[in-house]
């Protein structure tokens, strides 16, 4: 059974007119996903302290957030998180998840770096993933300054977000310094997927067969790049060697399967894996806790892995 709470979101926004994102341009949903979130995220917490920075690397400057928990001033250094936002690798920013990120700081008690990536279509892959790359390695070479310990950083996101720290990973296998844990929120793992949930759950509830055509396509150049496992991770050749991973997913969400899948994949590579499904909640559920009680247990679960993980 679909979440109530859930349902109601979904006819509210039925009954406001807020019109499907294919049928918008960029800057169009880009304005409507910001502006939702007032409605569905919960007041943003204090955290310790707040820096905007920038990460230059391949000859581009990205902007990432670094936020501080309460915890900072009596630690020389604490466990860190690369957070990557989704948005179908074309909305989304820092302000988008900033609620979420400030939640994991607090709640996990670690230093969280979110990054704003370039997104399509003005930037195609695998400029996402490159800045992913580029924003984990900046955390690691800036770790002293940044309170942070380069040994236990994790890299994490949700959705398209999920997709760019799981590419990231693979990316990163057999680096000096390797993300500690990777936090992977309803990702997206292969494109153009044809799962059974893919089907049952691409109408009616949020995202939508045709939002993810549209995604993907302002995303990637062309068909062929949906086989890079910068891509689509689930097609890599070896998931071995990879770090812990914890995968979350929802029950009607058209994504839920590649998220089972590929923590199958990491398990039978022989990387140590947890898996759990919210099966009553839709797809982006994580970020709405101001109308949905179950977003809120989400979270607190993410952060509990975290700490599990990162706090040793």
């Known amino acids: 059974m679909l979440d109530p709470q859930a349902q109601a979101l979904m006819q509210l926004m039925i009954d406001k007119g807020v019109p499907p994102v294919h049928t918008m341009t960029p800057e169009e949903a880009r304005a409507s996903y910001r502006s939702r979130r007032a409605f569905t995220q919960p007041d943003a917490p204090e955290v310790f302290k707040v820096e905007d920075k920038l990460v230059s690397a391949n000859g581009v400057s990205v902007a990432v957030r670094v936020y501080h928990p309460h915890a900072a001033p009596s630690h020389s250094t604490l466990p860190g998180l690369v957070y990557l936002h989704g948005g179908g690798w074309t909305i989304g920013d820092l302000d988008t998840h900033d609620v979420l990120c400030r939640s994991l700081c607090l709640q996990a008690g670690i230093v969280v770096v979110a990054v704003d990536y370039r997104m399509g279509p003005e930037h195609k892959f695998p400029a996402a993933y490159d800045d992913s790359v580029a924003a984990f390695n900046w955390t690691v070479a800036h770790a002293a300054s940044l309170g942070i310990d380069a040994s236990r950083i994790a890299i994490g996101g949700d959705s398209a977000g999920g997709n760019l720290a799981a590419a990231a990973c693979l990316g990163l296998r057999g680096q000096s310094v390797q993300p500690a844990f990777q936090l992977l929120i309803y990702p997206a793992t292969i494109m153009w ?76 590579a022989g990387v140590s894996s947890q898996y759990i499904c919210f099966e009553r909640q839709i797809h982006g559920f994580i970020t709405m806790g101001r109308v949905m009680q179950e977003a809120n247990t989400a979270v607190s679960v993410c952060a509990s892995a975290l700490k599990a993980n990162l706090h040793r």
Not at 195 to 213: D, P, Q, R, V
């Open 193 to 268: 997927q044809d799962t059974t949930s893919y089907h049952a759950n691409g109408k009616g509830y949020m995202l939508t067969k045709e939002s993810i055509a549209y995604y993907t396509e302002n995303y990637l150049r062309n068909r062929e790049d949906a086989k890079d496992w910068r891509a689509s991770p689930q097609l890599a050749d070896s998931h071995a060697g990879l770090p812990p991973a914890f995968v979350m997913t929802a029950g009607f969400d058209p994504l839920r399967d590649e998220g089972l899948m590929y923590a199958d994949a990491l398990s039978k």
